[in-house]
């Protein structure tokens, strides 16, 4: 008998490093400029074999903050994705997006964009922007 598993995995899973995403805000971004699109996507894996249940990813991670020593913060929640496939992509630091029932197998491409909003106070430094994205998926 095989035991239960899940197998879930986001990002190359051929080099074991961590996928990076950027947002070309050349010279700074412009203040309710519209949204940027990242520049690459990420493949996502998910397996499980788990009898029964409804699957569920959820997602957190800070806000972005600038490398080059500014105090600006970017909202991580300004950072959405979208799927292609069968695996939703969940709201960072929000609610669990629903997979489906288990068992399942499925694979997805995801992409992600930054919304650019109007700034409420005063615009964003030019900088280099980071933060990690930890995702976890579970069988309710």
């Known amino acids: 008998t095989l035991p239960q598993f899940i ?3 986001v990002g190359d ?3 074991g490093s961590v996928d990076t995403i950027d947002f070309d805000l050349s010279g700074g971004p412009e203040p309710g400029g519209g949204a940027v699109g990242g520049s690459a996507t990420v493949p996502v894996n998910l397996v499980t074999n788990i009898s029964s249940g409804s699957i569920q990813i959820s997602s957190t991670g800070a806000d972005l903050t600038g490398t080059g020593g500014n105090t600006d913060t970017i909202p991580v ?3 959405t994705g979208t799927g292609t496939g069968t695996i939703p992509v969940p709201t960072t630091n929000g609610s669990a997006a629903a997979v489906g029932a288990a068992p399942f197998a499925g694979t997805d491409t995801w992409t992600f964009t930054y919304a650019n909003p109007t700034p409420v ?3 964003l430094s030019a900088d280099v922007y980071t933060t ?5 998926v579970q069988v309710l």
Not at 132 to 136: D, E, L, S
Request: net charge negative; aromatic share 18%.
């Open 132 to 136: 990690t994205v930890t995702y976890t």
């Open 77 to 79: 929640t300004d950072i």
């Open 121 to 123: 106070g005063a615009p």
């Open 13 to 15: 899973p051929t080099d």
């Open 7 to 9: 197998y879930f995995q």
